[in-house]
């Protein structure tokens, strides 16, 4: 026999109820008046006919959660599912859907009798990674909103969730070159031309600053560089380090990605033993993007090999390799 | 209708419930008739918030005023507390009801409506308590389910869904659980205790003579024509041939003043005759009496109150009863009168404080004369009390007719000069007469006869049976009554007019509330235990008959069938199946609507162009945007029209 796993919390109504009725019991066994032992389990009655209907709600669903479509750290995504009141008869009302252990919940009114909804509940997750969705709540507290009803639904799915995109990063170097390398002139023919400035941000090389601009404004302004067209950068991502520094290193790869692609710019992509050859556009982003979800990001993780000349590979690592690198980020 | 509206009513519908089930018992109440007006209104309409915020101030202080007033009255006056308290929840209820319905006020209101109704229970409600309370359950569990779902939606920031009628009055019948639970709790709880918070049963406003002293003459103004019932009573062992013309023994009197009747305290009780002979065993349940009288059929030997009630004999022989209930007892009574002759032979004594039934008023010369002669002839005082019956009876008239003055009012002024009167002024006359006569005699006040009701096998004395005879002491047979009144235009008033059979099922029906629910106690818990565990005894009658007993079985099936009912398809859906088979009776088949449309074109079959057109207005209706109400309504004209083109 199928246990009934349910679980049963008193809202405020319930309890006042509750409260109500035990007074009532009082007044009845003291008066002795039989109208009050009729009135007496009619509010008995109410409370078994609220657990009757709660009961007929939660037991008529099926819920199947959709394949659910990667997030992005960080953001509101949402997770779908497919409801199903799958007997005759009264409709079911009020429904929650929740993924234990995630914020947000899915809400449906009513549902008729033999009919299928979808539900979609906002999720945020905060990290990157693999995360998995394990059983789901179905709640009501319908008819009366004196007890609210749980039922637990047992289900595994994996949820894929990306590395924001949104860290600010500077634009790489335009051409071949070591940090710190050459003459002037050099570094700046490689850097590409000349296209505008914009304000100072993190990892900004301090070389680029354009003083006499960052004087008459209110903050630092450097020089921003069209990149050469003529080659096709890789990025070099690699994960290995202390956890949080390779997170980091692997959002500014997801931030350099999504600048590539929204300005139309074709790149590789490398991590650990998996490379993504030179592509463009949103499909190959979201290749990446997967990629580095699933990644390892700790000092056991595997080492990358760059796929091309380190001449045309940006780096992007917790900390600095050697190498003559096309350009090199670290957080 | 928006949920909003259906939420207004349903809420309205709930309070309205529960002033129903209290006037079934506390009738009428000015305060009830100026808040149903407004909780009717409260239905289809509310003021405006902006309106509301200005009302909510003078609202507040008259509630506060109802309040004080019931506060001060629970001090001042404890009894009359229930009726200030109710005035303040019907004014809350209003006021609940007309606030704009911010879907938390059915809780509110709910609670207002449940106090209304234990309030309603202590005033001992009729059978439309039952109903009225059934009532309130199903549109509480209606009002409460609509208002939550409007809550949860709210909450989450969607519109109230639509709820069908049927899914509605389906949550309506489904209220039957909460009815069911509260009858079981009710059957089988055990009655046991009392305490300070009852409230004892109303008294009736019956004055037939049963206070300790009863004017003469006053007596007709209160029993005229009343046909309140003031007794009920069942025969578990059989009922007795004469039943309709039975004497309902109450309360003696043996000091006459000439005006009044009083009751003296005698020296030593008057002996009870022994429990042998013919003996009739009597339920009675009467209305509660200002003066706690038990009847029973002449002569009572035995007697055993129900629950919650205290049986006591007086030095009279007279029953009377304590308690705060409804009086409920069983009296067995020793029914057989001792023969003419036997009572012939009796030698002429006095009873236990004699002297008390021998008094009489100063009384004029030619009265004693009318005495003597009455009795010239009797050699015994059974010839001579039976001789002035007779006289009284055959020789004056009954009227109901009160005397003009209160000379007129004496006994003498009806014996000489107007020589009619009601049952009061022939016992008084009898046995006044009895006494100077040397016989002792006494007053008694009582019931004659009833009307027999099949509908709950009972006997129902109406307060306008109500009668004085005379008791006469025979030593070794006791007291035996004679009836000097001469028969009146009587007829029940339960039994008489076109109306008889109505007024019977209600009073059986009143019974039935009264003996099973009002008064169910642990007798009756017990009985029923004994029943059970003793199957191989009788049953005893079915308390509801079996026409409610079928009543119930019907709402049962019907409440069954409703919440388990396959839900009906959608109007066009319907309309699509009806084509759909038309055709293939006649050999049009095809897979989905679209198929079959193209196996009708191709086909040319008879109505094709309608039926064509009813599939497409099926599709646009079931899976096209909107509501589909004007899809369906062409696409049910199109079938019809198909289908009469198929059957030509």
Same mark, same amino acid.
């Given at each position: 026999?199928?246990?009934?796993?349910?679980?049963?919390?008193?809202?405020?109504?319930?309890?006042?109820?509750?409260?109500?009725?035990?007074?009532?019991?009082?007044?009845?066994?003291?008066?002795?008046?039989?109208?009050?032992?009729?009135?007496?389990?009619?509010?008995?009655?109410?409370?078994?006919?609220?657990?009757?209907?709660?009961?007929?709600?939660?037991?008529?669903?099926?819920?199947?959660?959709?394949?659910?479509?990667?997030?992005?750290?960080?953001?509101?995504?949402?997770?779908?599912?497919?409801?199903?009141?799958?007997?005759?008869?009264?409709?079911?009302?009020?429904?929650?859907?929740?993924?234990?252990?995630?914020?947000?919940?899915?809400?449906?009114?009513?549902?008729?009798?033999?009919?299928?909804?979808?539900?979609?509940?906002?999720?945020?997750?905060?990290?990157?990674?693999?995360?998995?969705?394990?059983?789901?709540?179905?709640? #009501?507290?319908?008819?009366?909103?004196?007890?609210?009803?749980?039922?637990?639904?047992?289900?595994?799915?994996?949820?894929?969730?990306?590395?924001?995109?949104?860290?600010?990063?500077?634009?790489?170097?335009?051409?071949?070159?070591?940090?710190?390398?050459?003459?002037?002139?050099?570094?700046?023919?490689?850097?590409?031309?000349?296209?505008?400035?914009?304000?100072?941000?993190?990892?900004?090389?301090?070389?680029?600053?354009?003083?006499?601009?960052?004087?008459?404004?209110?903050?630092?302004?450097?020089?921003?560089?069209?990149?050469?067209?003529?080659?096709?950068?890789?990025?070099?991502?690699?994960?290995?380090?202390?956890?949080?520094? @390779?997170?980091?290193?692997?959002?500014?790869?997801?931030?350099?990605?999504?600048?590539?692609?929204?300005?139309?710019?074709?790149?590789?992509?490398?991590?650990?033993?998996?490379?993504?050859?030179?592509?463009?556009?949103?499909?190959?982003?979201?290749?990446?993007?997967?990629?580095?979800?699933?990644?390892?990001?700790?000092?056991? @993780?595997?080492?990358?090999?760059?796929?091309?000349?380190?001449?045309?590979?940006?780096?992007?690592?917790?900390?600095?390799?050697?190498?003559?690198?096309?350009?090199?980020?670290?957080? | 209708? #928006? !949920?909003?509206?259906?939420?207004?009513?349903?809420?309205?519908?709930?309070?309205?419930?529960?002033?129903?089930?209290?006037?079934?018992?506390?009738?009428?109440?000015?305060?009830?008739?100026?808040?149903?007006?407004?909780?009717?209104?409260?239905? *289809?309409?509310?003021?405006?918030?902006?309106?509301?915020?200005?009302?909510?101030?003078?609202?507040?202080?008259?509630?506060?005023?109802?309040?004080?007033?019931?506060?001060?009255?629970?001090?001042?006056?404890?009894?009359?507390?229930? #009726?200030?308290?109710?005035?303040?929840?019907?004014?809350?209820?209003?006021?609940?009801?007309?606030?704009?319905?911010?879907?938390?006020?059915?809780?509110?209101?709910?609670?207002?409506?449940?106090?209304?109704?234990? @309030?309603?229970?202590?005033?001992?409600?009729?059978?439309?308590?039952?109903?009225?309370?059934?009532?309130?359950?199903?549109?509480?569990?209606?009002?409460?389910?609509?208002?939550?779902?409007?809550?949860?939606?709210?909450?989450?920031?969607?519109?109230?869904?639509?709820?069908?009628?049927?899914?509605?009055?389906?949550?309506?019948?489904?209220?039957?659980?909460?009815?069911?639970?509260?009858?079981?709790?009710?059957?089988?709880?055990?009655?046991? !205790?009392?305490?300070?918070?009852?409230?004892?049963?109303?008294?009736?406003?019956?004055?037939?003579? *049963?206070?300790?002293?009863?004017?003469?003459?006053?007596?007709?103004?209160?029993?005229?024509?009343?046909?309140?019932?003031?007794?009920?009573?069942?025969?578990?062992?059989?009922?007795?041939?004469?039943?309709?013309?039975?004497?309902?023994?109450?309360?003696?009197?043996?000091?006459?003043?000439?005006?009044?009747?009083?009751?003296?305290?005698?020296?030593?009780?008057?002996?009870?005759?022994?429990?042998?002979?013919?003996?009739?065993?009597?339920?009675?349940?009467?209305?509660?009496?200002?003066?706690?009288?038990?009847?029973?059929?002449?002569?009572?030997?035995?007697?055993?109150?129900?629950?919650?009630?205290?049986?006591?004999?007086?030095?009279?022989?007279?029953?009377?009863?304590?308690?705060?209930?409804?009086?409920?007892?069983?009296?067995?009574?020793? #029914?057989?009168?001792?023969?003419?002759?036997?009572?012939?032979?009796?030698?002429?004594?006095?009873?236990?404080?004699?002297?008390?039934?021998?008094?009489?008023?100063?009384?004029?010369?030619?009265?004693?004369?009318?005495?003597?002669?009455?009795?010239?002839?009797?050699?015994?005082?059974?010839?001579?009390?039976?001789?002035?019956?007779?006289?009284?009876?055959?020789?004056?008239?009954?009227?109901?007719?009160?005397?003009?003055?209160?000379?007129?009012?004496?006994?003498?002024?009806?014996?000489?000069?107007?020589?009619?009167?009601?049952?009061?002024?022939?016992?008084?006359?009898?046995?006044?007469?009895?006494?100077?006569?040397?016989?002792?005699?006494?007053?008694?006040?009582? =019931?004659?006869?009833?009307?027999?009701?099949?509908?709950?096998?009972?006997?129902?004395?109406?307060?306008?049976?109500?009668?004085?005879?005379?008791?006469?002491?025979?030593?070794?047979?006791?007291?035996?009554?004679?009836?000097?009144?001469?028969?009146?235009?009587?007829?029940?008033?339960?039994?008489?007019?076109?109306?008889?059979?109505?007024?019977?099922?209600?009073?059986?029906?009143?019974?039935?509330?009264?003996?099973?629910?009002?008064?169910?106690?642990?007798?009756?818990?017990?009985?029923?235990?004994?029943?059970?565990?003793?199957?191989?005894?009788?049953?005893?009658?079915?308390? =509801?008959?079996?026409?409610?007993?079928?009543?119930?079985?019907?709402? =049962?099936?019907?409440?069954?069938?409703?919440?388990?009912?396959?839900?009906?398809?959608? !109007?066009?859906?319907?309309?699509?199946?009806?084509?759909?088979?038309?055709?293939?009776?006649?050999? *049009?088949?095809?897979?989905?609507?679209?198929?079959?449309?193209?196996?009708?074109?191709?086909?040319?079959?008879?109505?094709?162009?309608?039926?064509?057109?009813?599939?497409?207005?099926?599709?646009?209706?079931? =899976?096209?945007?909107?509501?589909?109400?004007?899809?369906?309504?062409?696409?049910?004209?199109?079938?019809?029209?198909?289908?009469?083109?198929?059957?030509?």
């Amino acid at each position: 026999m199928a246990r009934l796993a349910r679980r049963i919390r008193v809202l405020r109504p319930g309890g006042l109820l509750i409260g109500g009725t035990l007074a009532l019991g009082i007044a009845t066994l003291n008066t002795g008046n039989n109208l009050l032992y009729l009135l007496l389990g009619s509010l008995l009655g109410l409370i078994l006919l609220s657990g009757v209907l709660s009961e007929r709600v939660l037991s008529a669903v099926t819920v199947r959660r959709r394949t659910v479509p990667p997030m992005t750290a960080g953001r509101i995504g949402r997770i779908e599912y497919d409801v199903t009141h799958r007997r005759r008869g009264l409709p079911a009302f009020s429904l929650e859907i929740r993924d234990d252990g995630w914020q947000g919940e899915a809400f449906l009114p009513l549902i008729e009798a033999g009919s299928t909804l979808r539900a979609t509940s906002p999720a945020r997750a905060e990290r990157r990674g693999v995360h998995s969705l394990g059983p789901l709540t179905v709640a #009501t507290s319908f008819p009366f909103g004196f007890f609210r009803k749980e039922r637990r639904i047992e289900g595994m799915d994996t949820l894929i969730v990306r590395p924001r995109t949104d860290r600010p990063v500077r634009m790489p170097r335009a051409a071949a070159g070591g940090q710190g390398q050459g003459s002037s002139l050099a570094r700046v023919a490689r850097r590409g031309t000349f296209r505008a400035l914009r304000p100072w941000r993190s990892g900004d090389d301090p070389r680029d600053v354009h003083w006499r601009s960052s004087a008459r404004l209110p903050g630092p302004v450097v020089r921003e560089y069209e990149p050469e067209r003529g080659g096709t950068p890789w990025i070099v991502l690699d994960t290995r380090g202390p956890p949080d520094a @390779a997170e980091a290193a692997i959002e500014i790869a997801a931030a350099l990605a999504a600048r590539f692609t929204a300005q139309g710019r074709v790149f590789g992509f490398a991590a650990g033993p998996r490379r993504l050859p030179p592509d463009g556009g949103t499909g190959h982003l979201e290749a990446a993007l997967d990629h580095m979800a699933t990644l390892d990001a700790s000092p056991l @993780a595997p080492a990358t090999v760059p796929p091309a000349e380190a001449g045309e590979c940006i780096l992007v690592a917790p900390s600095p390799r050697p190498g003559d690198w096309l350009d090199v980020y670290t957080p | 209708m #928006t !949920a909003a509206r259906l939420h207004r009513g349903l809420a309205a519908g709930m309070a309205l419930a529960a002033i129903a089930a209290f006037t079934s018992g506390a009738g009428l109440e000015p305060s009830v008739l100026v808040a149903v007006p407004l909780l009717l209104l409260s239905a *289809f309409w509310s003021p405006s918030p902006e309106r509301m915020v200005r009302l909510e101030t003078p609202l507040r202080v008259v509630a506060l005023v109802l309040a004080a007033r019931a506060i001060w009255l629970a001090f001042a006056a404890p009894a009359a507390v229930i #009726t200030p308290m109710v005035d303040l929840l019907l004014f809350l209820m209003c006021g609940e009801a007309l606030r704009v319905r911010d879907t938390t006020g059915d809780a509110r209101l709910f609670s207002l409506s449940l106090a209304l109704l234990v @309030a309603g229970a202590a005033y001992r409600p009729g059978p439309g308590f039952a109903l009225g309370l059934a009532l309130f359950l199903a549109l509480t569990t209606m009002c409460l389910a609509v208002g939550h779902t409007r809550r949860q939606a709210e909450a989450h920031g969607r519109a109230a869904p639509a709820i069908r009628t049927g899914v509605l009055a389906r949550l309506g019948m489904a209220s039957a659980l909460a009815l069911a639970v509260g009858v079981l709790v009710f059957m089988v709880f055990p009655r046991h !205790a009392r305490g300070w918070a009852g409230r004892p049963a109303e008294p009736s406003r019956i004055v037939v003579g *049963f206070s300790d002293v009863v004017g003469l003459g006053a007596h007709g103004a209160t029993i005229e024509a009343n046909p309140a019932v003031a007794l009920r009573v069942q025969f578990p062992d059989g009922v007795p041939e004469t039943v309709a013309d039975l004497y309902w023994r109450g309360r003696s009197y043996d000091r006459f003043d000439g005006i009044r009747w009083s009751r003296s305290r005698l020296p030593r009780p008057m002996p009870v005759r022994p429990a042998e002979g013919t003996l009739v065993r009597q339920v009675i349940r009467s209305v509660p009496l200002e003066t706690p009288v038990a009847f029973g059929l002449e002569q009572p030997v035995r007697a055993r109150p129900r629950a919650r009630l205290t049986l006591l004999r007086d030095e009279h022989g007279d029953l009377t009863y304590r308690g705060r209930v409804a009086p409920a007892y069983e009296i067995l009574s020793r #029914t057989d009168v001792p023969s003419a002759d036997s009572l012939r032979r009796t030698a002429h004594a006095l009873p236990p404080g004699g002297v008390h039934f021998l008094q009489v008023p100063a009384v004029s010369a030619r009265l004693r004369a009318l005495s003597d002669s009455l009795t010239a002839g009797a050699s015994n005082d059974y010839d001579r009390a039976v001789a002035i019956e007779r006289w009284l009876r055959t020789t004056f008239a009954y009227t109901l007719d009160l005397p003009a003055t209160a000379p007129e009012a004496t006994l003498e002024h009806f014996l000489f000069e107007r020589r009619e009167g009601h049952c009061e002024y022939f016992s008084t006359a009898m046995t006044v007469l009895l006494r100077v006569a040397g016989v002792p005699a006494r007053n008694v006040n009582g =019931f004659r006869g009833g009307d027999w009701n099949s509908f709950g096998d009972y006997l129902a004395v109406t307060q306008n049976q109500a009668h004085s005879w005379v008791e006469a002491w025979f030593p070794g047979a006791g007291w035996v009554s004679f009836d000097p009144t001469p028969a009146a235009d009587d007829a029940g008033i339960l039994t008489g007019g076109s109306l008889g059979p109505l007024r019977r099922l209600l009073d059986g029906l009143a019974f039935r509330w009264g003996t099973w629910v009002l008064d169910y106690d642990l007798d009756d818990q017990t009985a029923i235990l004994a029943r059970a565990f003793r199957p191989g005894e009788a049953p005893r009658a079915d308390p =509801f008959g079996p026409v409610l007993w079928l009543a119930a079985v019907v709402v =049962f099936l019907a409440g069954a069938a409703t919440l388990l009912r396959r839900p009906r398809l959608p !109007a066009e859906t319907r309309a699509w199946r009806r084509l759909r088979r038309a055709y293939a009776a006649a050999g *049009f088949v095809a897979e989905g609507p679209r198929g079959l449309a193209a196996v009708l074109t191709e086909r040319n079959a008879p109505g094709a162009a309608d039926a064509v057109r009813a599939i497409g207005l099926y599709l646009a209706a079931r =899976f096209g945007p909107g509501d589909g109400r004007a899809e369906r309504e062409a696409m049910r004209a199109a079938v019809t029209d198909a289908l009469r083109s198929l059957r030509r």
